[in-house]
């Protein structure tokens, strides 16, 4: 079976294009990038120079697909209509950047209802990705949705949350999801052990459909399942352990989707790369189909 491509967020400091080289000394095979400082509102635009820079980086480095990161500022759910239409227009930036530097798929938090409600948060992030599709048509760059792990008044850490919102989008081609497995072990979802995994990814086909899973953040949970916090650390050393890990990778409906690493950075110990060490983990959890018992046979997602 062919495995699913792995890689890591990598830092766009000195240049987008410098995320390149960053990729291929952690060893991967794909990666994720915030398209602009993701502590900013506002940034210049990006210049011919930038953009060739990239393309000529890319070209041939075999990294592919690259997946964007929204700013942690936007909140398509905000009750608040300045800062609900600041981040409408900010994710339009966002997006047009995407289009530019052709990243097909731009992953954002849902947002937070700040105390109006699920209901009313789920309304707010429907109304705010229609009026983004508007303003975008004609771009190849769409949205993907993360599931969260729950923390205060974010949404979109049930999947029928996420199920709500997609129904309400009018051009659904342009809007999938991210999966994160610490959210979702946070938010509660047994995916540890294989038959725990199975439950959960057959609610996520019947309310949500695997196809639309483009991207998964693979990131193991400081903090036990349930607990609602989101807290990243590195492969196998967390609560969901390597098992959990090893359902996601070797599930052949997903061996399609780039499986990317949010865990954290620097070296350890003994001096080593932790987004290498990382990889080296995802890789090793990676067997024939089947050797894995949580998972049915059928056709990739995509």
Known sequence: MKRPRFGAHCSIAGGHHNAFRLAREAGCECMQIFVKNQRQWRAGPLTEEDVSLWNEARRGSGIEPVIG???YLINLASPDESLWRRSI???IDELTRCEQLGIRWHVTHPGAHRGAGTRAGIRRVVR????IERATRGCRAGTLLEVTAGQGSSIGCRIEEIAAILGGVRDGSR????????HLFAAGYEIADPAGYHAVM???????G?????????????RPRGSQTDRHTHIGRG????QGFANFINDPRLREVPMILETPKGRDPHGRDWDRLNLAALRRLARSQGENPAVPSGPPAG
């Open 69 to 71: 990161h929204g700013t």
């Open 89 to 91: 227009a900010a994710f």
């Open 202 to 208: 057959d609610e996520l086909d019947r309310l949500v």
């Open 175 to 182: 809007v999938g999801i991210c999966l994160d497995t610490c």
């Open 210 to 222: 695997l196809k639309r899973v483009r991207c998964i953040h693979m990131n193991d949970s400081l």
């Open 128 to 131: 705010a990705l229609n009026e």
């Open 239 to 242: 609560r969901i352990g390597r």
